[in-house]
């Protein structure tokens, strides 16, 4: 009798049945291990950046601190409280923690419960007027506005998660600018991702490096902190220091090309972590990352734990009957769709859909999750849903290689794009 996989399964019981004659298991987190002094590690990193004084020189005693944070950070709670307590020691008078908004309401709630009395829990909302704060103009002439408690704080520290392509084309990092800024504004920069042509792709990047440096001058972010994952998708380190020395750090970690091993013709790669960690955005973090380690025409399944089904908008999108060549990027979203404050509605589907696409072009897609099938197929993927499954699954296949907490080993798509992504070079095996 085939054992059911609607419920979450160690990964390890995965490789256990995988039937393929080369096996091979590659760790993205360069054998980090968890962290167990949480607070202890925090503060050092904050006490001691890179190209930076002890973050506690910058806060003077009642100043009002942002944290613009990454939902998606290993182990956010304990990361979290090890930052409060060294802002609540630097004299800090209130706190803001502000998340993208792929927070879930669980998250939320979890921080609220936790760091109540200790820190205001804010979810940006790129659509609503009121928590936005008009910024200036960027390199176009055109408004941006960023989340208010950011604008409005007197000290603001990004923490995100450490990806590796968050490196690639020496792009700027801030942790805030696309991801905390108006709808119109992260609709302008994601698109400008892909309305050049390979001709016009240097003027291109150009132009967004200039915005994206320009942002993260004007709302002043000179220092930034970021965590990277141990393959069960927990802190495994933590590291701060300027937005350029954080750049570097995630572009060594990207360059370790001699490390990698040879692609296989069936790649599995896991989503690893709570409710959070397992969302459709995070799915399409894990594809790109498998889409680089899989052969010519192989085969992706990506072991996740996903109960929340995608959003209607993602199934239309992947249904419709045209390729991305012919897709008009400027019909991405929909203009006519606005707040009552005359922004256009922020729409996650387009950059998921344009990344789904992209992978599913060249490779077959199977994801295991908590969804029924009917659900699941009609994105176009197909279904695993049993051990017995991944074992019949295998046995097609000389060669397959796995992965863990695959999320964090890609880019944050939201301010990569669908055109700038690195290439999707198939390694010869």
Request: aromatic share 8%; net charge negative.
């Amino acid at each position: 009798m085939e054992e059911s996989l609607t419920s979450s399964l160690p990964f390890s019981q995965v490789q256990s049945r995988i039937a393929s004659t080369n096996q091979w298991h590659f760790d993205m987190s360069a054998n980090r291990c968890p962290i167990k002094d949480f607070v202890g590690e925090v503060r050092s990193a904050l006490r001691r950046p890179e190209d930076f004084p002890a973050v506690s020189a910058a806060i003077a005693p009642g100043d009002r601190v942002a944290l613009a944070v990454d939902p998606n950070l290993p182990s956010l709670l304990e990361i979290l409280g090890g930052v409060l307590s060294e802002m609540e020691e630097a004299g800090a008078d209130a706190v803001d923690v502000v998340l993208w908004d792929e927070a879930t309401d669980a998250t939320i709630q979890e921080l609220e419960n936790e760091f109540k009395g200790r820190a205001t829990i804010l979810r940006h909302d790129s659509t609503n007027r009121e928590s936005l704060r008009y910024l200036g103009a960027d390199v176009d002439a055109e408004p941006v506005y960023l989340n208010r408690a950011i604008a409005d704080a007197d000290f603001v520290l990004p923490i995100v998660a450490a990806r590796p392509w968050d490196a690639a084309s020496n792009r700027h990092l801030s942790g805030v600018y696309p991801m905390l800024a108006d709808a119109n504004t992260r609709i302008r920069h994601l698109e400008s991702l892909w309305k050049f042509s390979d001709s016009e792709s240097k003027s291109g990047e150009k132009q967004r490096g200039q915005n994206e440096a320009q942002i993260g001058w004007m709302l002043g972010v000179q220092v930034m902190m970021a965590v990277a994952a141990s393959e069960d998708g927990l802190a495994g380190s933590v590291f701060a220091g300027t937005p350029e020395t954080i750049r570097r750090s995630f572009a060594l970690a990207r360059d370790r090309k001699d490390e990698y091993p040879p692609s296989a013709k069936l790649v599995i790669a896991s989503l690893e972590g709570n409710q959070q960690q397992q969302t459709w955005a995070n799915f399409a973090r894990a594809l790109m990352a498998a889409a680089t380690h899989v052969a010519p025409g192989g085969t992706i399944l990506v072991w996740t734990s996903i109960q929340r089904p995608p959003s209607d908008r993602l199934v239309y999108r992947l249904n419709q009957n045209e390729s991305m060549d012919d897709h008009d990027s400027s019909k991405s979203f929909d203009q006519d769709a606005k707040s009552e404050d005359g922004f256009t509605i922020w729409d996650e589907s387009v950059g998921l859909a344009r990344i789904l696409e992209r992978v599913l072009a060249e490779s077959r897609v199977l994801i295991k999750s908590q969804l029924d099938r009917d659900t699941v197929e009609a994105l176009g993927f197909g279904v695993i849903d049993s051990l017995e499954g991944i074992e019949h699954l295998s046995r097609s296949f000389e060669d397959c290689e796995t992965f863990r907490a695959a999320q964090f080993a890609s880019g944050t798509f939201d301010s990569l794009g669908f055109d700038s992504l690195p290439s999707i070079t198939k390694r010869s095996s």
